[in-house]
């Protein structure tokens, strides 16, 4: 996926520790989003972004925190991370359409808390 | 009640059968619809746009119903490569727009 990247791939975190997952996209749109993913759940938006400098809180914003430092890259930080946050995590860009804004997405991140 | 309602399934169809998948949505607010595909393990990726008047895409046929808010998806002729989870996604504007997705409907279509 040229369009939206996302690093790592996999990841295994003692709980306590904190990481950042990086995300960046070259397609120069403005909206850029997290979810994350888990069985039986569906995506569930943690946070997102309309443009550089402003982020807002989606429907799972707690346990994690954003920066949208440039239009490119819009990082997630878990602080102390908890098992229940073993997810997989999809950073996604918003593309404009005449059909409305199509979400484009990273690979992801496979995320294990232990 | 979440925002975008799915049957999860999963629907078990034969190679050449005819499926259909319902969505709801509960804001009238919602302004654009697709319908998105994820292999097991990958992203979800689009697989098409729903417009008002329906629109279809080789064996594809999507519709959209406004009054009763809810998004079909049709599938004709039915591969073993269309075996995937099928997502439904509304987008609605406050200000910024913001993809909901539903949990998906798993399809497995076999020989």
């Known amino acids: 996926n040229a369009g939206v990247t996302q690093t790592p791939k996999f990841q295994v975190l003692k709980t306590g520790q904190s990481m950042t997952l990086q995300c960046a996209q070259d397609m120069n749109h403005n909206s850029m989003y997290w979810y994350r993913q888990d069985p039986g759940m569906g995506l569930r938006l943690i946070y997102y972004s309309a443009s550089e400098g402003t982020t807002d809180k989606g429907e799972v914003p707690n346990g994690y925190n954003v920066s949208r430092l440039n239009k490119r890259e819009f990082s997630l930080r878990l602080e102390s991370a908890a098992p229940s946050q073993t997810s997989v995590y999809f950073c996604?860009?918003?593309?404009?359409?005449?059909?409305?804004?199509?979400?484009?997405f990273g690979q992801g991140t496979r995320l294990t808390v232990v | 009640r979440k925002e975008v309602e799915q049957d999860p399934g999963p629907f078990n169809v034969p190679e050449g059968a005819t499926v259909a998948f319902n969505c709801t949505y509960s804001n009238s607010a919602s302004q654009s619809f697709f319908w998105y595909r994820q292999d097991c393990r990958k992203e979800p990726k689009l697989l098409m746009s729903?417009?008002?008047s329906g629109n279809e895409d080789g064996r594809f046929t999507a519709q959209l119903n406004r009054a009763s808010q809810y998004i079909s998806l049709l599938i004709r002729d039915s591969k073993l490569s269309d075996s995937a989870t099928y997502l439904c996604?509304?987008?609605?504007?406050?200000?910024?727009?913001?993809?909901?997705f539903g949990r998906g409907t798993s399809l497995i279509v076999h020989p």
């Open positions: 996604v509304v987008t609605r504007s406050g200000g910024s727009y913001i993809p909901t």
């Open positions: 729903v417009y008002s």
């Open positions: 996604a860009e918003g593309t404009p359409t005449g059909a409305g804004t199509e979400a484009f």
